[in-house]
């Protein structure tokens, strides 16, 4: 059961890079890691994955720790419009996505 | 179509009453998924589907759900003498093929209240 936890609500100034932690130490080897945030009112929409390497791609970086116990989201350079609620979320069996609560975003000018 | 695409947007229904919520996928996504979101929750899991066969419908909370895909392409979530606790947004996601990672396609929900 890849359960996942989050601080509830972070805060960051515009323009400076959003680091948003996850702990996730029941994962299991092969399980992927997904990051998807959900501004209001919006369906969530899919931000980045990774199963043990770190990722990049246009949106954000995915950083994984060795063990997999962990990973961190790193929006390089937080806009106004970056502020939503982001959910780190582990896979169950049978391609189910399990969504926590996730971290509220606010990213003030 | 660009996108998935939810109908309606917002329902208000009388305790009691039946609802039927589409969602129109992408265009050839094999895969559908339909979620249910409390006020302040994070989505939660009902059923999905590879093209017309509902592979997993174990996140339905009770046997007033009920979900079709019947030509696997557009899909219904239906709610049968609605509840108080139904009221919820109700999410539709696809995705390209069944297997592979998990990147899904959300549309902007049904966000149904029961009065």
């Known amino acids: 059961d890849a359960k996942t936890t989050q601080p509830p609500s972070m805060d960051c100034a515009e323009g400076r890079a959003a680091n948003l932690p996850c702990n996730h130490s029941?994962?299991?080897?092969?399980?992927?890691v997904y990051w998807y945030r959900q501004i209001h009112s919006q369906g969530p929409q899919y931000i980045i994955h990774?199963?043990?390497n770190n990722e990049t791609n246009e949106m954000a970086s995915l950083i994984i720790t060795e063990d997999r116990k962990s990973s961190t989201l790193i929006l390089p350079h937080a806009t106004l419009r970056d502020t939503a609620v982001y959910y780190c979320?582990?896979?169950?069996?049978?391609?189910?996505?399990?969504f926590g609560a996730g971290t509220i975003l606010r990213v003030k000018s | 179509g660009a996108g998935v695409s939810q109908s309606p947007r917002y329902k208000v229904a009388k305790r009691g009453q039946d609802v039927a919520l589409r969602c129109d996928p992408i265009?050839?996504?094999?895969?559908l998924f339909w979620y249910q979101q409390a006020l302040g929750q994070g989505p939660e899991f009902l059923t999905y589907?590879?093209?017309?066969?509902?592979?997993?419908k174990s996140g339905l909370p009770s046997d007033r759900f009920f979900a079709e895909r019947p030509e696997g392409s557009v899909s219904t979530l239906k709610i049968q003498r609605t509840q108080q606790e139904d009221s919820a947004v109700y999410l539709c996601?696809?995705?390209?093929?069944?297997?592979?990672?998990?990147?899904?396609?959300f549309g902007a929900g049904s966000r149904l209240t029961v009065l």
């Open positions: 979320i582990g896979e169950e069996y049978g391609n189910k996505l399990v």
């Open positions: 990774g199963l043990k």
């Open positions: 029941t994962i299991s080897g092969n399980e992927y």
């Open positions: 996601a696809s995705k390209a093929v069944f297997s592979g990672a998990n990147v899904l396609t």
């Open positions: 589907f590879q093209n017309e066969a509902q592979l997993d």
């Open positions: 265009s050839g996504h094999v895969s």
